[in-house]
């Protein structure tokens, strides 16, 4: 009877442990892997995961960098259970500072919003909630709740 107690205090105990893992560590347990990503208004992108952070990840394909919102993640295929612990500066990286280094670049950047909209331009400043993009319709500013994706060419 007690061995039995034992056995279910420690299958108890794994269960907890594997109930506290959050999904940017796994995903910064797979960086430089493919995966096989379904993101809310883009569908299933095969993407090579660069970063994990605790509210974006960062990923490539051929041509193109995407700044993902974890919040737009739906689905990812074959993401296993292991998991790697942030450091220093992935808990303190977040979706202004990806932003505000593509600011800096001047980079020409594509920012997916909520069905299917799209807006591109050169992010000129960034507040704590929101930022200015240079538009073909002038200065616009979009909140960083309402916008699903950023994508930006890669640098060859």
Same mark, same amino acid.
């Given at each position: 009877?007690?061995?039995?107690?034992?056995? $279910?205090?420690?299958?108890?105990?794994?269960?907890?442990?594997?109930?506290?893992?959050?999904?940017?560590d796994?995903?910064?347990?797979?960086?430089?892997?493919?995966? $096989?990503?379904?993101?809310?208004?883009?569908g299933?992108?095969?993407?090579?995961?660069?970063?994990?952070?605790?509210?974006?990840?960062?990923?490539?394909?051929?041509?193109?960098?995407?700044?993902?919102?974890?919040?737009?993640?739906?689905?990812?295929?074959?993401?296993?259970?292991s998991?790697k612990?942030a450091?220093?500066? $992935?808990?303190?990286?977040?979706?202004?500072?990806?932003?505000?280094?593509?600011?800096?670049?001047?980079?020409?950047?594509?920012?997916?919003?909520?069905?299917?909209?799209?807006?591109?331009?050169?992010?000129?400043?960034?507040?704590?909630?929101?930022?200015?993009?240079?538009?073909?319709?002038?200065?616009?500013?979009?909140?960083?709740?309402?916008?699903?994706?950023?994508?930006k060419?890669?640098?060859?």
């Amino acid at each position: 009877m007690v061995a039995l107690a034992r056995e $279910e205090f420690a299958f108890a105990e794994a269960r907890g442990e594997i109930a506290h893992q959050i999904l940017a560590d796994r995903l910064r347990a797979r960086i430089n892997v493919n995966l $096989e990503i379904l993101v809310m208004d883009m569908g299933w992108q095969k993407l090579r995961i660069l970063q994990a952070n605790s509210d974006h990840l960062l990923a490539v394909d051929e041509s193109r960098v995407y700044a993902i919102k974890l919040s737009s993640l739906i689905a990812i295929k074959n993401l296993n259970i292991s998991t790697k612990p942030a450091n220093r500066l $992935e808990e303190s990286w977040s979706l202004n500072s990806t932003l505000r280094q593509w600011m800096i670049s001047h980079s020409v950047v594509s920012f997916l919003l909520p069905n299917s909209l799209s807006l591109s331009g050169e992010i000129k400043r960034i507040y704590q909630d929101h930022f200015e993009v240079e538009s073909e319709f002038g200065d616009v500013a979009l909140t960083q709740s309402n916008f699903l994706v950023a994508v930006k060419s890669r640098e060859v």
